[in-house]
């Protein structure tokens, strides 16, 4: 597998590029593994969330913060500084492991949990099908999108962010795992503190992903961007 370590300089351009990635590979590019941190506080939606519901828009507006939608499922996340974004672009061939939503969750999950617990010193949790966890407190939220020859499996890890800006910027979720049990997001999700390079290696680690993608589809990222990302069409779909 390839490694792209990558921050582009919008979270438009970041989106886009998981997508191009995606359909590269679904066209018989490689497998990578991609690795971003966001330098900006955005919001963005699920494919099929609806923007009058799952964000706080008014707040948004108040706080100049963007709201942007991505192809994968899931629930609205807000980027910012502290964390840290991955992206599996895997191929379907072949793998019984691959072949559908939950069985690929566990395999993701469990391979991601597995390399982080020593690092962290405590037991990594798989919870709610998409959430990992310490003990009922999550710190990574991750969704999927699929075609036919390939999917996308990406996730945000808390690292050092400011939690209090999903409370100001985002409602309780429509939908909610279980074990949320209805609490606000600052008494639900939790921060590593641990190092971005630490936590990249051991993702490159886990997915033997140590040489570098120098060649990839880069000059589709910006009509990507133009023409889907910052589209108001787009983002408010739903």
Known sequence: MYELDLTLATPAENLACDEVLLDACNQGGPEVLRLWEPADRFVVLGYSNRFLTEVDSAACQRWRVSVLRRISGGGAVVQMPGCLNYALVLRLDGDTQRQTIGATNQFVLGRIAKVLQPLIGADVRIEGD???ALGSRKFAGNAQRRLGQALLFHGCILLKADIDWM???LPLPS?????RAGRRHHAFVTNLGLAPGVVKEALRSAWGAMKPLVEWPR?????LVRTKYTDDSWIRKF
């Open 167 to 169: 409370d100001r910027l």
């Open 175 to 179: 939908r909610q795992p279980a074990y």
């Open 130 to 132: 998409t959430d990992l």
């Open 219 to 223: 000059s589709q990222v910006e009509p």
